[in-house]
């Protein structure tokens, strides 16, 4: 098998959460992110979801043991001002993000879940 044979593909991070309705408040309507399945194996065990935004796609796990609270994930967009007006227009109560340019050529939205874990979300800054 050379490595011509191998192609990595997409990664889907799975982030811990504690309440589902928290969680779907904050990615849902804040961050409007879909869901696009829900799964429990039965009525009263842990949800086990996926969500998505575009090409995003993220799980969220009330599961023990399938990931810690308190991960960083970077996710790539294009519109990262025009997504920064989108947040601070919906006067979410729990977070305000700024948008900051950082040192290593991008502009980056920094949001904290209900559950510890940080999303950053960023652009590269054109050289135009």
Known sequence: ?????????????????????????????????QLDWEHRFE??????????????ILHLSEHHGDCSPGAAIRIEVKGIE????????????????????MPWGTKEISVTDPFGNRLSFYEAISSE
């Open 1 to 33: 098998m050379g490595s011509s044979d191998v192609r990595i593909k997409a990664t889907t991070p799975i982030l811990r959460m504690f309440d589902t309705d928290k969680a779907k408040q904050f990615y849902m309507e804040f961050l409007e992110f």
């Open 43 to 56: 009525a009263e065990l842990p949800l086990y979801m996926q969500i998505s935004n575009g090409e995003c």
């Open 82 to 101: 025009a997504l920064h007006a989108k947040l601070l227009a919906k006067a979410y109560k729990y977070a305000r993000p700024g948008l900051e340019q």
